[in-house]
């Protein structure tokens, strides 16, 4: 006697459907029976008033390949739920249509490219869709997330235009499903048109978030440069200095300091920083006159107009180093946003994922007087590369 398939015993409804095909093709079951049990299957996995256009793709009609793709992460949601596959049909049909409600997609579209606007669709949205809901949180989490995108309480958006120091904690109104959902996301959208981490993650869970225009994102209105460091590290202020050889040249033809320079890189020294090349100056006793002629051209090749504070406290009879490192750092970040390299935007938030931190920072003196905390980095004079002559902010 063969025993009938059980379709309560199936996990997910495609299992199920290919099981059944199975047993036909096998002769184990006749047509009418696949049938019937097909039909019982129908009943368990999806509401019975249109079997034709189940329940939860009708917002899918013109995107078939989308719907397949749909009913395929169906299987895989989650697979500690112990009642039936269609709750997680359900929790990915809430998803979507949470996100189709606000616009996502129309927030994402660029301005900057036409390319990048064909390239954001339904389709798009259907993807956007699966990674959430294949997110690592178990189904009551997921559950407590969409309630959450619901009620638009999953990014406190007005912290990220915040000078200071904040916690990713407060970011994510303190939800643990909503710190899952973000850092899951994180890596979507990263390289479409130069797009970093983060960037796309926080317009798709932020209706007041954009990446539209100048910036990486856009905040009620104020363009933001976002960096953000998954292990380690929070972004440097700018993308590109000169290099080394650039550096060694400058300073080759600077004769009061070309001997001093050159001997101590001989001494096995591959890079020096900003406050070695401060106290090595200083012990070379020259006039403030000329120091500030040797300021103007090392410090004037990184930052140009932007360098004149750091000319000035350089150019003491006996500079303080650290407080040439200070002067340096601000006006790094000065030269950062004033330059095109900045791309025109207000504020920058820096995050360290791994330290759960970011800071928010509009002006260089805000980095130097104690309004946001960042870990101590000394940059180069004479880089190993040119990133290293920009001060790279990690949030404490």
């Known amino acids: 006697m063969v025993r009938l398939p059980n379709v309560n015993a199936y996990p997910d409804f495609l299992t199920g459907v290919q099981d059944l095909q199975n047993h036909l093709k096998q002769g184990d079951i006749s047509s009418d029976i696949h049938k019937k049990l097909y039909q019982d299957l129908i009943h368990r996995f999806m509401k019975v008033e249109s079997f034709e256009t189940p329940w939860f793709l009708r917002e899918y009609q013109n995107l078939d390949q989308a719907k397949q793709e749909i009913i395929q992460q169906i299987q895989t949601l989650d697979i500690t739920n112990k009642e039936t596959g269609k709750d997680s049909a359900e929790m990915i049909d809430k998803i979507y249509s949470i996100l189709n409600n606000r616009n996502t997609i129309g927030r994402l579209q660029s301005v900057v490219d036409n390319a990048l606007n064909q390239e954001y669709k339904e389709s798009d949205l259907v993807e956007i869709t699966k990674v959430i809901a294949n997110s690592p949180l178990s189904f009551q989490d997921k559950q407590l997330f969409i309630k959450n995108l619901e009620n638009d309480k999953v990014i406190n958006h007005k912290l990220l235009i915040q000078p200071g120091d904040h916690s990713l904690d407060d970011l994510v109104y303190g939800s643990s499903q909503n710190f899952a959902v973000f850092t899951h996301l994180l890596s979507y959208g990263r390289g479409k048109q130069r797009k970093g981490a983060g960037e796309h993650a926080l317009a798709i869970l932020s209706k007041h978030i954009t990446v539209k225009g100048v910036g990486d994102i856009n905040v009620l209105g104020t363009p933001v440069e976002l960096k953000v460091g998954l292990t380690k590290g929070g972004g440097r202020f700018g993308e590109e200095g000169p290099t080394a050889q650039e550096m060694k040249s400058i300073i080759a033809a600077i004769p009061e300091i070309s001997t001093a320079v050159q001997n101590y890189l001989q001494q096995g020294n591959k890079v020096m920083n900003v406050t ?121």
């Open 276 to 396: 070695v090349f401060t106290q090595l100056v200083n012990n070379l006793k020259l006039t403030p006159q000329k120091k500030k002629e040797i300021g103007t051209k090392v410090f004037g090749r990184i930052f140009g107009k932007y360098a004149g504070d750091i000319i000035n406290s350089f150019s003491m009879a006996q500079a303080d180093p650290n407080e040439v490192l200070r002067q340096y750092i601000k006006t790094n970040f000065n030269w950062y946003k004033g330059t095109s390299q900045g791309g025109e935007w207000k504020v920058l938030v820096s995050m360290n994922i791994a330290r759960r931190k970011f800071v928010v920072i509009s002006d260089g003196q805000q980095v130097i007087d104690g309004t946001v905390s960042l870990l101590k980095n000394t940059p180069y004079i004479i880089p190993s590369q040119p990133t290293d002559v920009l001060f790279q902010a990690n949030p404490r």
